[in-house]
Structures are given as structure tokens and as C-alpha cells.
């Protein structure tokens, strides 16, 4: 299977709505505590920061904002979405058809901030 059978697969499995679902994660996922010293450090230097993830943008913005506070809006985040359905359901919207059949879109990210 690839990575967004599985991925898709083990969404489907989840029947806690989502609101609910990020408050579980934000409750029981730790980032390590030294990025938000790296992102001090970068934003007074006015470097970006981006985050790169097969994940969920909604997921990953509440656990940053959770870790550095209101400026992690500064955080630009590169990630699959969330598709909420009106009965509550939720599927994962994966960011762009061109990824592989691992869902790893960490090259053509990359290669869209290069100066080469």
C-alpha cells in the first residue's frame, strides 16, 4: 500500500471528531522544547522558519502554537490539509497530486525556496 492508502485508511479509523482529536494531541504530543529557542533565534535574526510535514496543517498549528505561542502565524507550514464534512467527518486533503506514491513532497518544497 502506499503512503496515502495507509494514511487515508487510518483516518477513516478515527471516529472522534476532529476539534476533539487535535485537544487529545495537544494534551499528549510534546515538541522538543529547544525549537523555541530556535525560533527565537530566527526571528530575531529574520530568518524563516518552515515546517515540512506529511502531516495535518490544523494538527501541526495548534501543537506550534502551543509551543511558542501567538507567533507561530510567523511559522510558515508546507502539509496536507483537513476536509471537515457537515456531519462531522473528516478526510485528509493531501496537498498536491505531483507527490510520490509515498507522499513525500519534501523535495519539490524544497526545491520551490532554492536560489540555485
Given at each position: 500500500m502506499t503512503f496515502r492508502e495507509t494514511f487515508h485508511d487510518?483516518?477513516?479509523?478515527?471516529?472522534?471528531?476532529f476539534p476533539e482529536c487535535i485537544e487529545i494531541?495537544?494534551?499528549?504530543i510534546k515538541l522538543d522544547?529547544?525549537?523555541k529557542e530556535f525560533f527565537t533565534?530566527?526571528?530575531?535574526?529574520?530568518?524563516?522558519v518552515i515546517v515540512v510535514s506529511s502531516g495535518m496543517?490544523?494538527?501541526i498549528s495548534a501543537l506550534l502554537k502551543d509551543l511558542v505561542g501567538s507567533e507561530a502565524d510567523k511559522i510558515e507550514i508546507i502539509s496536507n490539509d483537513v476536509h471537515i464534512d457537515q456531519?462531522?467527518?473528516w478526510n485528509v486533503v493531501f496537498r498536491d497530486d505531483r507527490y510520490n506514491h509515498f507522499c513525500s513532497f519534501s523535495?519539490?518544497?524544497?526545491?520551490s525556496y532554492s536560489t540555485f
Open positions: 487510518m483516518m477513516k479509523s478515527v471516529t472522534t471528531p494531541l495537544r494534551k499528549n522544547p529547544g525549537f533565534w530566527c526571528l530575531s535574526r529574520n530568518i524563516p496543517r490544523p494538527v456531519d462531522g467527518t523535495s519539490l518544497s524544497v526545491s
